[in-house]
């Protein structure tokens, strides 16, 4: 499964962003993570073919993940956005009964200005 994300870049704090990622075919759970410099990924959301969602506790209320299934598309959409939220988002995605995320797209930028 290739993964093609977009979407990213820099806003004030306070703004919104989207995220979008295209899956190459219909794939069960997707998902973003996120990584700061020097800490370590995070989990920010996922959602299965079936609109189950988690998410991070720092995100919850802000951060809205769906998805299209007949596009294979997830989206992001970010608001509220903090400093706190700058970082690399990589789309991510695996198969139903998989125990780790196989499939992984490139990352994409979000810079949160104070």
């Known amino acids: 499964v290739q993964l093609q994300a977009s979407g990213g870049g820099l806003v004030q704090a306070g703004g919104s962003l989207r995220l979008s990622c295209a899956a190459s075919?219909?794939?069960?759970?997707m998902g973003w993570y996120r990584q700061a410099p020097g800490k370590q990924r995070e989990r920010v959301a996922t959602?299965?073919?079936?609109?189950?969602?988690n998410y991070a506790d720092s995100v919850k209320g802000r951060f809205t993940i769906s998805r299209d299934n007949a596009k294979n598309t997830v989206y992001l959409q970010m608001n509220s956005l903090k400093p706190e939220d700058t970082a690399v988002y990589r789309c991510?995605?695996?198969?139903?009964?998989?125990?780790?995320?196989?499939?992984w797209g490139q990352g994409t930028l979000v810079t949160v200005s104070s």
């Open positions: 959602i299965t073919s079936g609109s189950s969602t």
């Open positions: 075919r219909s794939i069960f759970t």
């Open positions: 991510a995605a695996r198969e139903r009964f998989a125990t780790s995320y196989d499939y």
